[in-house]
């Protein structure tokens, strides 16, 4: 069986403040993210996701730049063991800058959650 591509297309992200905006009756939290899901998600049957970084929060656009590639390289490898949901997730800034590896780990284990 061949298996999808971990891609990151157009149709997969959530766009424009109605996309955002309704209720999101899943509620993950961690360390450093939160994530919103509610069932929906795309035509072709995999889950969308949306990513919100306030400039309050990462002041510096290098960082949260670094922070939304993380977040999407997550999404991307598990895009289609999520099923038809639309994810939100919310960065909740520590003081300190954190490792790369350990802030993927941590979003793994959130949608590991959300999608079982």
């Given at each position: 069986?061949?298996?999808p591509r971990?891609?990151?297309?157009r149709?997969?992200?959530l766009?424009g403040?109605?996309?955002?905006t ?8 961690s360390k ?23 400039r309050r929060q990462?002041?510096?656009?290098v960082?949260?730049?670094?922070l939304?590639?993380?977040i999407?390289e997550?999404?991307?490898?598990c895009?289609?063991e999520?099923g038809?949901i639309?994810?939100?997730v ?6 300190m ?7 993927r780990d ?9 999608g079982?």
């Open positions: 069986m061949i298996e971990a891609t990151f297309p149709s997969v992200r766009r403040a109605a996309q955002f309704g209720t999101f009756p899943g509620r993950f939290r450093h993210f939160l994530l919103l899901t509610r069932p929906g998600g795309s035509e072709k049957g995999s889950a969308r996701l949306g990513i919100i970084i306030g990462v002041s510096g656009s960082e949260r730049s670094r939304r590639r993380i999407r997550a999404f991307r490898m895009r289609y999520l038809r639309d994810v939100v919310k960065y909740r800034p520590e003081p800058k954190q490792k790369k590896a350990l802030l941590e979003l793994n284990a959130l949608l590991e959650q959300a079982a």
